[in-house]
């Protein structure tokens, strides 16, 4: 069962990073215009750029962690020329709807390190399990930290508070 709701989580956040930027279409240019654009890229992000509490450990799956006991997983994702409000501008009904999220809370936020960003919690059902799934989108102008986060809803309770704390201790460069 944990090992299902795992693969449902990469699996999730695979078809997601397919290369697009949320709601964004890219910026067509002419042959005659002389401007320059740099395409967002994906790219694992450094783990240290977070603090995870006891119990999560590094995934061999994927960039980022798990709490084996809870089913709780972070993928983290650094995107490169692109600042967290434009990611966060695709967070759209259609968003959620060709995912099979629904929306429960958007709230902007500041790190404990100055690191400004939104998160966004939805729910979602697979194999009759309810799921809570936390976006985190911060950053600069130029890079955003992207977090996924996601655990089974009965764990609500114990993990968000975990969760909160995660998104308070995120920072942008590891020797901060």
């Avoid at 397919?18 to 967002?40: R, T």
């Avoid at 798990?66 to 967070?91: D, K, P, Q, W």
């Avoid at 979602?124 to 799934?133: A, G, I, N, P, Y």
């Amino acid at each position: 069962m944990f090992f299902r709701l795992l693969l449902f989580s990469l699996l999730s956040f695979l078809s997601l990073s397919n290369g697009a930027v949320f709601g964004q279409e890219p910026i067509q240019h002419s042959a005659a215009d002389n401007s320059q654009y740099l395409k967002p890229t994906q790219c694992p992000a450094n783990l240290k750029l977070i603090t995870v509490p006891e119990g999560f450990v590094k995934s061999e799956a994927f960039n980022g962690y798990l709490h084996f006991s809870t089913g709780t997983s972070v993928v983290m994702t650094m995107v490169e020329n692109v600042n967290y409000i434009r990611l966060c501008a695709g967070m759209t009904d259609a968003f959620y709807a060709a995912n099979n999220l629904t929306p429960v809370l958007e709230k902007d936020f500041t790190s404990d390190h100055a690191i400004p960003g939104k998160f966004f919690k939805s729910t979602f059902t697979t194999s009759e399990v309810l799921h809570v799934r936390y976006m985190v989108f911060c950053g600069d102008m130029n890079h955003t930290l992207w977090l996924s986060i996601t655990f089974p809803q009965m764990f609500e309770a114990v993990v968000e508070p975990e969760i909160l704390a995660i998104v308070k201790s995120i920072k942008m460069k590891v020797d901060e």
